[in-house]
């Protein structure tokens, strides 16, 4: 149901000038105002939260048709800000919100100053759900101006931005304030992957070489069963992290988080190449899912920290505690 | 979309909990004495003394009808009971084929005087079965078998010859894939599936193939004008590749195409605990992501063989990733840290790297080799 509007909604709203417009930097603020509309922004919180309760498979699904469209507005993290600003017990952000962590900010007669660096959008936002140390913060947007320009590999903006604000609202940070992040990424990137093999199985059907289709040959199969295979692990990587950040399991996020972010590199890799040059254009649709891939896998904590986090953790567990704790993810 | 749907496991329930608990107890107790080197063997370790000890705890035939042995358990359950067997490196050899794929076939294609005689002792970890699918010209292209099986009377007359039938030398049966009429050229036609008693049929001759690894695990078995009942015809006569197929998709979807070098984590883990460097932890970081993701997937393969449905799509996928992923932890473990892998060490990190780079290139091979499975993958997505 949910998604149909969400797919409906974009067929209509999402053409590739909006997309082309986005990668220049420019706010899409009329499809803004329809994915408010359809309350986006609220869906990952329970109806005592204020939103729909929605199943942890609708929400999925929402947050992978957002990957699956490269939907150029921060609506994913929109609804982790949300999620977060909702459990500390904070006010709703009241339109497009940022997620962000930084620990060397300066807190002085009540200021809350320093740099947050790359916010997506953080020009265009209402407000930033931002985790100090064990606070988590409401800030405003006029708590910040621009300090300097950031661009993803995707072209959208992420600015890092000059924090001076005089603190009105904050509360116990309740979790992990990157794993909402990393969470909604992780669903993104399996959608945009089952958007690179969509495309990807198209192309190989109608290119035709060498007198038959490119799919014909074996050694192209090969390669669509292994972005097949890729999908597969992202799919279930976002729903493994979904499961755990339900249940504010933080290891189980970044075992699900840390898998989607291998498979996007390698995914993205894989559909470029079935593609040939034409898939290194930006007259072919497949860059906006390759470029986001790339973007979005760094996001939020990078592969490092997460494998880290994940890697340390297994080790302490011991040789004959490490299948337990694997069965615990 | 073309997306493959991996439907979400359920979530454990409180029996599922429960049953875990009290069999990680039971394995505690019954694997006490076995060293690491004997742990990565994995699912190839032979003990029939370990399996009539599951059998009598009700641990085999989790799934059948009661009324056969077994305990009408659910498939999560089983799954519960299987992956916990290979995390454990338990020797579940002698009943490994028999409760994963020979049980099941004559659950689903045998007769009422069959599934009396074999599914009881089965479920009671008594039987032990083998695979008789390959031949020396027919390993992938099993529709060009060769093995010819020809009615007279009331017995068959078998003459062919299969190999890498693991255990033959140490089982009691095998399910024989053989050509019932025409010839290789007829395909799937014509083809049917016989149980044949591997201590008691005249005209048959087993003998040792070893491996690389000096072990001997696989064998050829040859029949000569081998005499088995009629009765033993499993199944239709005809019907043996449809049957085939179903038990394949029996062997493609556990938890064994992912845990094999599960060992080789649990004793890289005891050497890098105390010394472990950031690039370690990010390695084992990205490891346990990988298993964990790999382990979902198979579970939700388990939910949708529970449902009945099509899984060998998701099935293969599973087996190809699985393979990669348990081929690469010898690579990796070699990535942090040095030691010469010795297949006859003292110390268990040498003797089970050695045991897992020598058994690690099979892994892609049995139960259908990693390019059969990606042509299996690529049909799924509608390429040919």
């Known amino acids: 149901m949910l998604a149909e509007m969400i797919t409906r909604l974009f067929e209509r709203s999402l053409d590739d000038a909006a997309q082309a417009a986005a990668r220049e930097g420019q706010w899409l603020p009329a499809l803004w105002a329809e994915v408010e509309e359809m309350g986006l922004p609220l869906a990952l919180l329970t109806e005592d939260q204020g939103g729909f309760g929605l199943s942890f498979a609708e929400a999925g699904e929402a947050l992978r048709l957002l990957g699956s469209h490269a939907m150029p507005l921060p609506v994913a993290e929109t609804m982790a800000a949300n999620q977060l600003l909702a459990a500390a017990g904070l006010p709703l952000a009241e339109g497009p919100s940022g997620l962000a962590r930084a620990d060397d900010l300066t807190i002085s007669n009540g200021r809350l100053s320093g740099t947050v660096a790359r916010v997506a959008w953080g020009e265009q936002l209402d407000c930033l759900a931002l985790a100090v140390g064990d606070k988590l913060y409401r800030v405003p947007r006029s708590g910040w101006s621009v300090a300097e320009a950031g661009t993803a590999l995707n072209f959208h903006p992420r600015p890092s931005l000059a924090l001076d604000w005089a603190i009105d609202a904050e509360a116990a940070l309740p979790w992990c304030p990157l794993a909402g992040g990393a969470t909604v990424r992780a669903y993104q990137i399996a959608g945009a992957l089952e958007a690179a093999l969509e495309m990807t199985l198209s192309h190989t059907a109608t290119r035709v070489q060498f007198g038959k289709p490119l799919q014909k040959n074996q050694v192209v199969q090969h390669e669509l069963a292994k972005l097949a295979g890729e999908l597969a692990c992202a799919t279930a990587a976002a729903d493994l992290a979904g499961e755990a950040l339900a249940r504010r399991d933080v290891l189980g996020v970044a075992a699900g988080s840390q898998r989607a972010r291998e498979a996007a590199g390698a995914g993205a890799s894989i559909a470029t190449q079935m593609h040939g040059a034409i898939g290194f254009t930006r007259e072919h649709r497949l860059h906006l899912y390759t470029t986001s891939l790339w973007t979005w896998r760094d996001e939020f904590g990078g592969q490092v920290s997460w494998a880290k986090l994940l890697g340390s953790a297994a080790i302490d567990a011991g040789g004959p505690g490490y299948w337990p704790m694997v069965t615990a993810l | ?384």
């Open chain 2, 1 to 384: 979309m073309t997306a493959i749907p991996f439907p979400a496991p359920p979530a454990d329930s409180a029996e599922v909990i429960a049953l875990r608990a009290e069999f990680r107890a039971f394995l505690d107790q019954q694997l006490a004495s076995r060293t690491p080197r004997q742990r990565s063997d994995n699912w190839y370790g032979y003990d029939r003394g370990f399996s009539r000890a599951m059998g009598q705890a009700g641990y085999l035939g989790m799934t059948w009808p009661k009324q056969y042995g077994g305990h009408e358990r659910s498939a999560f359950e089983r799954a519960v009971i299987v992956e916990e067997c290979l995390a454990a490196g338990a020797p579940v050899g002698a009943h490994w084929i028999a409760d994963r794929q020979s049980g099941p076939s004559i659950l689903k294609f045998g007769t009422e005087a069959q599934k009396q005689a074999f599914l009881p002792r089965i479920a009671a970890g008594e039987l032990s079965f083998g695979i008789g699918m390959s031949e020396p010209d027919s390993g992938s292209d099993l529709a060009a078998t060769r093995t010819k099986a020809v009615k007279d009377g009331d017995v068959y007359r078998v003459t062919g010859t299969k190999v890498w039938t693991s255990f033959a030398h140490e089982a009691d049966y095998v399910i024989l894939f053989c050509r019932t009429s025409g010839t290789p050229a007829d395909r799937h036609m014509g083809t049917s599936q016989l149980l044949v008693d591997l201590k008691n049929t005249p005209g048959l001759t087993i003998k040792p193939i070893i491996d690389l690894a000096g072990q001997h695990h696989f064998n050829e078995m040859h029949f000569e004008d081998a005499i088995v009942p009629a009765d033993m015809l499993l199944g239709e006569e005809g019907q043996g590749w449809d049957q085939v197929m179903s038990e394949l998709a029996f062997e493609r979807s556990g938890p064994e195409r992912f845990l094999s070098s599960i060992e080789l984590m649990v004793q890289l883990i005891e050497v890098l605990k105390g010394r472990d460097s950031d690039a370690a932890q990010i390695t084992v970081g990205r490891v346990t992501a990988r298993l964990a993701v790999l382990r979902r997937l198979s579970r939700s393969v388990a939910g949708m063989l529970q449902e009945h449905q099509n899984a060998n799509l998701q099935a293969a996928i599973v087996k190809d990733v699985g393979a990669l992923f348990e081929q690469a932890l010898p690579e990796i473990a070699r990535e942090l840290i040095d030691a010469e892998a010795d297949p006859r060490a003292a110390g268990a990190y040498a003797s089970v790297l050695a045991n897992i780079v020598h058994n690690s290139p099979s892994w892609s091979l049995r139960g259908g080799t990693r390019e059969i499975l990606r042509g299996i993958i690529a049909r799924g997505l509608g390429t040919r």
